[in-house]
C-alpha cells in the first residue's frame, strides 16, 4: 500500500506563504504522477495542481494559478506545493495524491488518483 505523508501547513497571514511537501517510497515517486488537491468545509474535494511522473507536464486549477507552484524533487521522494500570496479562500485541508496508473500523465479529476495523504490544513486569516 503507498504511503503518503504530506506536511508544511499551518496558519498564515493573506498576503503570506507556505510550501507543502509530500514524500512517499522511491518506487512510487519514480512511476506515478502525481498531484495536490484541497477540500474546504462543506465543499468537495477540488483540484489544485498535477505534475506528471517525468515532470514534464503541470496543471493549476485557474484560482491557483501564478501564486502557486508545483515541483519534485527527485533525490527526496518528494512532492512540493510553494504557496505564494494566499487568500483567505485557499483556507482547506490539502491532501497529496498518487495517480492510480504508474508511467502515464494524469490530468485534474481526483478520481484518476488512487492514494492519498492524510492531508495538512492551511488556514489564512485576512
Known amino acids: 500500500q503507498v504511503q503518503l505523508v504530506e506536511s508544511g501547513g499551518g496558519p498564515v497571514q493573506a498576503g503570506g506563504s507556505l510550501r507543502l511537501a509530500c514524500v512517499t517510497d522511491?518506487?512510487?515517486?519514480?512511476?506515478?504522477?502525481m498531484g495536490w488537491f484541497r477540500q474546504a468545509p462543506g465543499k468537495e474535494r477540488e483540484f489544485v495542481a498535477t505534475i506528471s511522473w517525468l515532470d514534464t507536464i503541470i496543471y493549476y486549477a485557474d484560482s491557483v494559478k501564478g501564486r502557486f507552484t508545483i515541483s519534485r524533487d527527485n533525490a527526496k521522494n518528494t512532492m512540493y506545493l510553494q504557496m505564494d500570496r494566499l487568500e483567505p479562500d485557499d483556507t482547506a485541508v490539502y491532501y497529496c495524491g498518487v495517480a492510480r496508473w504508474s508511467y502515464r500523465d494524469v490530468g485534474t479529476k481526483p478520481e484518476d488518483f488512487g492514494s492519498w495523504g492524510q492531508g495538512t490544513q492551511v488556514t489564512v486569516s485576512s
Open positions: 522511491e518506487r512510487t515517486f519514480n512511476k506515478h504522477s
